[in-house]
């Protein structure tokens, strides 16, 4: 009983410090999705490959998006004629380098700046290093599924059928998903009614808040959600997993890496709120432990698996998830052995 | 899920309408245990301000959204992509604010206090602030004071003989011999998902049975210096043990 009391204690604990930055994030990344205009953005990205992917990964300050909204804005980049070092790191890093999560990170450890600093140059570097070695393939098209490929602005230009879909391309996190197969039109008339949330000046601010509305209690119901799966399983281990057995892994250098690697894969909680949910094993586990559920989750999980081969084939995922997980392991080991 | 046993036309009601109740319950949650001061015992007072804007906001969009189903403005929406339906999402939430609504959270016990590592002397990820402002009084010295105290000097004989006057909570640490017990305090740095628990011996002079576990206790005595577990340490002997009644906020910061 005293157990299943402060385990509601902590799940609560961890909800109720979590929901602000959820809602935070979810406005934010709702309201620059409705209200900015991305295509404007990417002509200034640097062309050389290596700046690109700093550049893509550097985004995620201007569009504030989770590992769930990023897939369908990386997959817009791309369509927009971004090139791939510039979608890539952004697809890896806005879910971490946005003011958002690091405030969340900040919050969540005032006492360790090393984590919150940490957290960011790991997943830049990495974004970075895997967005360039993207640029090697010159063209990205074999990476990507056919119906994306198609739609890459230096293709010869398609006959396309008629735009059947307008609004659901609006809402983050949400929009391709419910149409696969359903090219969306290259025509640059149809292009701008599919984009027209992006256009400011084509609808009125009072048209698009209902917009803004619909898409944030989505986006809430769903990553609200998942925080309390996320929370429920952070207190489950907690509390009714013995000590020892929880410090023999987390006090482990390597098992504790590998362990949370595996842990921020599976979990999918949103980048905006899982600062919290390590935080409840930061007295248990290692720093570098720590680091790589921070870093890797929000890079590669469960959740975003699934968005992300309906943008890139099967092999280009196992890339990236190879290279992902290599370079986390790498770097946090470092951390683990050599700087704590 | 029960959406697909109802006609379609009043699915995106019933999606709808769980979101709304969902969103409409953690909004009422979040005020009130802002109101009832159980907030205190979930997070650290610095996001007050930011959870209640959190439970207002969530109100106003619950409120919206009441306004949207009635005004029957409500259209089917696109499907998510998403571990659960989006009605089962829903479910998740609005159970979990109704457990939130239904029991109370209480402080955390002496049990959770060993959990997490009242006795280890391993806690090696544990950052503690490197700034403190101590009371130069050595009676007046908050039982966390004395332990940042004790951390930035551990040697325990500079402190023998200081008076002490402490409260705290009692634990029986398995380690301890019966005349000893641990009084104890938790400190978080955010909310209590990092809540370490902070403690020093307290020598009695009868059995610790007399004291229950988890019961809040002011400690005056002295500080003495024993060796426990092999292990030289300081130690409270008590003269004077007053049960007091447990704190509003049973937090150190």
Redesign the interface.
């Known amino acids: 009983m005293?157990?299943f009391?402060?385990g509601?204690?902590?799940?609560?604990?961890?909800?109720?410090?979590a929901?602000?930055f959820l809602?935070f994030g979810v406005l934010v990344s709702g309201i620059l999705l409705l209200f900015v205009n991305e295509r404007r953005l990417i002509a200034l990205f640097p062309k050389h490959p290596l700046l690109g992917a700093l550049a893509g990964s550097l985004f995620g300050f201007l569009f504030p998006v989770c590992e769930c909204g990023n897939v369908p804005v990386a997959r817009r980049l791309l369509i927009q004629g971004a090139s791939a070092p510039v979608a890539i790191g952004f697809l890896l890093a806005a879910p971490t380098i946005n003011p958002v999560v690091i405030w969340a990170t900040w919050?969540?450890?005032?006492?360790?700046p090393e984590i919150v600093i940490l957290r960011i140059v790991f997943s830049l570097a990495i974004a970075t290093l895997v967005g360039w070695v993207f640029s090697s393939q010159s063209d990205l098209k074999p990476f990507l599924q056919p119906s994306i490929a198609a739609l890459i602005p230096t293709a010869p230009v398609a006959k396309i059928s008629e735009s059947t879909q307008t609004s659901?391309l609006l809402?983050s996190?949400?929009?391709f998903?419910?149409q696969p197969g359903k090219p969306i039109p290259l025509d640059p008339a149809h292009l701008d009614t599919v984009l027209a949330m992006s256009t400011p000046n084509r609808k009125s601010v009072w048209d698009r808040l209902?917009l803004l509305?619909?898409n944030?209690?989505?986006e809430?119901?769903?990553m609200?959600?998942?925080l309390?799966?996320g929370s429920?399983l952070?207190t489950l281990l907690q509390?009714a997993v013995p000590?020892n057995i929880i410090?023999a892994i987390g006090?482990g250098p390597v098992s504790s890496v590998l362990a949370m690697v595996g842990l921020g894969g599976i979990i999918?909680i949103c980048s905006t709120v899982d600062a919290?949910f390590a935080?409840?094993f930061?007295?248990?586990?290692?720093?570098g432990a720590?680091l790589a559920f921070l870093v890797f989750g929000p890079m590669f999980d469960?959740?975003s698996l699934?968005?992300l081969l309906m943008v890139f084939k099967t092999r280009a995922v196992l890339y990236i998830f190879a290279l992902v997980c290599q370079l986390t392991v790498l770097f946090t080991l470092v951390t683990n052995l050599w700087f704590s | 899920m029960i959406s697909k046993r109802l006609p379609t036309k009043y699915e995106p009601y019933l999606a709808d309408g769980l979101?709304t109740l969902?969103?409409l319950s953690?909004g009422i949650l979040?005020v009130h245990?802002w109101h009832s001061g159980k907030?205190g015992?979930?997070?650290h007072p610095n996001?007050y301000g930011?959870?209640l804007?959190?439970?207002c906001?969530?109100l106003m969009?619950a409120c919206?959204?009441l306004l949207?189903i009635w005004q029957r403005?409500t259209r089917p929406?696109?499907?998510?992509?998403?571990?659960?339906s989006?009605t089962?999402?829903?479910g998740?939430?609005l159970l979990?604010a109704l457990?939130?609504l239904g029991?109370t959270?209480?402080?955390?016990?002496s049990?959770?206090a060993l959990?997490?590592?009242l006795q280890?002397t391993?806690?090696?990820?544990?950052?503690?602030?490197q700034v403190f402002r101590t009371s130069s009084k050595p009676e007046s010295r908050t039982l966390l004071e004395w332990i940042r105290t004790l951390d930035v000097y551990p040697e325990p004989d500079a402190y023998k003989g200081q008076k002490v006057n402490v409260d705290g909570f009692v634990v029986y640490p398995e380690s301890l011999p019966e005349n000893y017990l641990t009084l104890t305090r938790f400190v978080i740095?955010?909310?209590?998902?990092?809540a370490?628990p902070v403690g020093l011996p307290v020598k009695l002079k009868q059995t610790r049975k007399t004291y229950a576990a988890d019961a809040w206790l002011t400690v005056k005595g002295e500080m003495i210096t024993e060796t426990l577990n092999g292990q030289r340490q300081l130690v409270i002997q008590a003269t004077d043990l007053k049960p007091i009644p447990e704190p509003d906020n049973p937090y150190y910061y």
């Open positions: 005293a157990q009391g402060s509601l204690t902590l799940f609560l604990s961890l909800m109720v410090e929901m602000p809602i919050t969540a450890f005032p006492d360790q659901s809402q996190g949400t929009f998903l419910d209902p509305l619909d944030t209690v989505q809430l119901r769903e609200g959600g998942v309390v799966l429920l952070a509390v000590r410090l006090q999918s919290f935080l409840s930061a007295s248990t586990f290692t720093s720590l469960l959740k699934g968005l | 979101v969902a969103l953690w979040i245990y907030l015992l979930l997070i996001y930011l959870t804007a959190a439970g906001f969530l969009l919206l959204q949207k403005l929406r696109s499907q998510h992509l998403s571990l659960l989006p089962g999402m829903s998740i939430m979990a457990i939130g029991v959270p209480r402080p955390f016990t049990q959770t959990q997490r590592g280890d391993t806690m090696v990820t544990r950052a503690r602030p740095s955010c909310c209590a998902a990092d370490y």
